[in-house]
């Protein structure tokens, strides 16, 4: 139940059973048809012009360095019998992914976030820390099958190193603070293992963070919150805002000595979901040095397309309601889906995120969070890792200079992790670890 914010089906705020995401639903039962065409193919409301990529673009393009902020290729090896990270080929063409080797080549990509996930029933069942290092595991050995076209990267010089090889960095993350389970040690295991960067929370409030489509119980970040947010600090780790409140991203932004992402985000202003963020928000991340990420999930992209997302997961609520059985709700869910498509998208409303962000927060403070692997309904001209060149040519379209485009398409990116590492590296003061206590002790 990874992606159900983006494609749907957070219900728990709503005061309504959890039930399977729509990203999950849908992928499983028409997984090629969903991934290369439907959106397209179901979407309502007049198809923009295909973005005509002029050289100068090109060119451009291709001295640039593209660094993405969210992909869930893991998550969707990880569904997939038939694609296993142990068998999947990513040199070869892959229908029903966003991403493969030869498309994140086209795309240009410098460098990506390959993101974990565990739900927050894991943590229930005391399975979180092992999902997640098997996912970090996953993504290594994913990498290390592929490279001669990708590596892992851990600080900036990785990225440097690894793209004068020609090759795409790859970063991983762990979303969701629940996968921590509230333990520093946990999240330092994390790091050693070679995540480098943790969002927070997903869709539920932690024990210790507010989420922003959960009931706060926080006011925000509580007394442990501060603490993870001081030891990510510490060790040299992205902290991700991505799906926290509003309050948990203003403590967050107040507190946290580096800079942070918002990996796959919005501006509330345009699109207002609460997994968008407001221009308080916004100018409190130009302040902390911080970088929000666009997310490119037609879903959290327009007002009009909020108010359909909202309507679909009313009807998912009530849909469940009415059937008994799992499969019979899936059955009426994706019939109600089909009927009822999410609106057309196309790159210029996730430009129109850039252009307000850039103007509220200024341009050195925003970037790209695709979302891919992670959602189905995507901008008619972002279908995949291979169009992140059309941003570019939309960019240009509008008057950005070439420098403001470099710094949108990843030179922001960089800018963070590498004040992240400094700072880390200018040794804010090792936290106490948790201490050891014995069985039955006093
Ligand atoms: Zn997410």
């Given at each position: 139940m990874r992606d159900d914010t983006e494609t749907g089906l957070s219900l728990r705020n709503r005061g309504v059973v959890m039930i399977g995401s729509f990203g999950k639903l849908l992928s499983q039962s028409r997984p090629l048809a969903l991934l290369s065409g439907v959106v397209l193919s179901s979407a309502i409301g007049i198809a923009a012009e295909p973005t005509r990529m002029t050289d100068e673009a090109l060119e451009l393009h291709r001295q640039s360095f593209v660094f993405d902020g969210h992909n869930n290729l893991a998550m969707q090896l990880r569904k997939r019998p038939e694609l296993t990270t142990d068998s999947v080929d990513l040199h070869a063409p892959q229908s029903k992914l966003h991403t493969d080797i030869p498309r994140l080549r086209q795309g240009g990509v410098g460098a990506e976030f390959f993101s974990t996930y565990v739900t927050a029933d894991s943590v229930k069942k005391g399975t979180a820390v092992r999902e997640t290092l098997e996912q970090i595991d996953q993504i290594a050995r994913l990498v290390k099958r592929h490279s001669d076209a990708m590596e892992w990267a851990g600080s900036t010089d990785d990225l440097n190193r690894i793209h004068k090889a020609d090759k795409v960095s790859a970063l991983i993350a762990v979303e969701g603070g629940n996968a921590i389970e509230s333990s520093l040690v946990v999240l330092k295991t994390y790091y050693q293992a070679g995540a480098r960067c943790l969002a927070l929370t997903h869709d539920d409030t932690t024990d210790w963070a507010d989420a922003a489509l959960d009931k706060a119980k926080?006011?925000?970040?509580a007394k442990f919150g501060e603490q993870v947010v001081a030891e990510m600090n510490r060790l040299g780790m992205v902290i991700d805002l991505s799906h926290a409140s509003e309050e948990t991203a203003l403590d967050t932004l107040s507190l946290s000595k580096a800079p942070v992402i918002f990996s796959h985000t919005g501006a509330h202003k345009l699109a207002p979901h609460p997994r968008n963020v407001s221009d308080d928000v916004l100018k409190a991340v130009a302040k902390n040095g911080g970088v929000v990420m666009v997310n490119f999930?037609?879903?959290?992209?327009?007002a009009e397309n909020v108010k359909a997302y909202e309507k679909r997961t009313k009807a998912a609520a009530d849909l469940r309601k009415s059937f008994k059985t799992d499969e019979q709700f899936q059955t009426a869910l994706v019939a109600w889906l089909k009927d009822n498509p999410l609106p057309k998208t196309s790159v210029k409303d996730v430009v129109d995120h850039i252009d307000h962000i850039g103007k509220v927060?200024?341009?050195?403070h925003v970037g790209l969070g695709s979302n891919f692997d992670g959602v189905v309904s995507l901008p008619q001209d972002l279908?995949?890792?291979?169009?992140?060149p059309h941003l570019t040519q939309e960019m240009l379209n509008r008057g950005y200079s070439h420098e403001q485009i470099q710094k949108v398409l990843g030179g922001n990116a960089q800018r963070v992790l590498r004040d992240v590492e400094s700072i880390a590296k200018s040794g804010s003061p090792a936290l106490p670890q948790p201490a050891i206590t014995s069985a039955g002790g006093e």
């Open positions: 926080h006011k925000g970040l999930y037609s879903g959290f992209l327009s927060a200024d341009f050195d279908q995949d890792v291979s169009s992140f």
